[in-house]
């Protein structure tokens, strides 16, 4: 460990100890989560930054929209933040490039801390209350149809939570997918002609500085290659290990796992670019709701209330996180 990260807690860690604990964490994204504390990082460096898990009172996401943090508007416009809350009343906003990357962080946090909330209290408020109007909406007697079909889901869910590789490697696979296909070709053609004027500065600037011995030549070759790591930062533009064409081949590989892991049972109630356990959680409340008393007719239903959510539907944070995580599932398979 070359520079040791700075303590933000009030509990500190030696030396030694806190260069194992990092060497050993768990990396998701510009985080660490290791077994004596939490590694941040700040605007530019992953995990120069360490909270010992004690000090920490609450970590949650927070999604920063058109007037800031969670909103329940715009839910496919979004810059994901990781807030670590401190005992001590200070707080830490951890900016994340993916949001996923975020919810795999607290996914991770609350398997090795289940005492720290993962929500923010505000949420926590809104979880409850929306979880008493759903409630509500259930029925209180259910056909014996129904009932089995809540089984099932419940049996379906449980068998895909063992391994919940293949759910993951599906939604990766989706959301790949979905950002390429959905790329404009102008967004593409401007990102192609920053790039080359980008270039162009980098030439202009080299020639200025080497053969004119003008000293600005090394601000423009600077200005074109800060240019060009923001076009390649932003990944609008294909690369020959990142473009459609691996995209699908990443797509149709997690479906054939997915098959393969839900063919070894008897039988499941979705098809493999469905099956994960908050598409079955969603089918479970539809049945409980009355709206369908089978598998097939409650995927419809989750079907219905997935393309009639867009940007500018208000939802609760329980309703954002499954939407951003299987809606891509649906957009990709045309809703088939």
């Not at 473009?243 to 479906?255: G, I, M, P, S, V």
């Amino acid at each position: 460990m070359i520079v040791a990260p700075t303590r933000l807690g009030q509990t500190a860690l030696s030396r030694e100890t806190l260069a194992e604990d990092k060497k050993q964490c768990h990396k998701i994204g510009p985080v660490g989560i290791g077994g004596r504390a939490l590694y941040t990082n700040s605007f530019y460096i992953s995990r120069c930054y360490y909270t010992c898990w004690q000090d920490i009172r609450r970590v949650f996401k927070r999604v920063a929209m058109s007037k800031g943090g969670f909103t329940g508007k715009g839910i496919f416009a979004t810059t994901p933040y990781l807030v670590v809350q401190r005992s001590d009343g200070t707080e830490q906003q951890c900016n994340f490039k993916i949001e996923a990357e975020v919810d795999e962080a607290l996914e991770e946090i609350h398997k090795r801390h289940p005492e720290i909330p993962v929500y923010s209290a505000e949420a926590e408020k809104k979880l409850r209350k929306a979880k008493a109007e759903q409630e509500a909406r259930y029925l209180k007697e259910l056909p014996e149809d129904a009932l089995e079909t809540i089984q099932e889901l419940e049996r379906a869910k449980a068998y895909l939570q063992k391994d919940e590789r293949y759910s993951k490697l599906i939604v990766f696979a989706a959301k790949q997918k979905r950002s390429l296909d959905g790329t404009k070709t102008s967004l593409k053609t401007l990102a192609a002609l920053i790039d080359a004027g980008s270039v162009a500065l980098i030439a202009a600037g080299l020639y200025l500085r080497m053969v004119k011995g003008n000293s600005m030549g090394i601000y423009l070759a600077l200005f074109g290659g800060a240019f060009i790591l923001s076009v390649a930062a932003s990944q609008i533009l294909p690369t020959p290990h990142r473009n459609r064409k691996t995209a699908q081949a990443d797509w149709e590989e997690a479906l054939r796992q997915m098959k393969g892991y839900i063919g070894k049972t008897d039988t499941f109630p979705v098809p493999p670019q469905y099956a994960h356990p908050v598409v079955l959680d969603r089918m479970i409340r539809v049945v409980r709701e009355g709206r369908a008393a089978d598998e097939e007719g409650a995927l419809e239903a989750v079907k219905k209330d997935l393309k009639a959510l867009n940007a500018s539907v208000t939802v609760s944070q329980q309703e954002y996180d499954e939407v951003v995580t299987i809606k891509p599932l649906f957009i990709v398979s045309g809703y088939q």
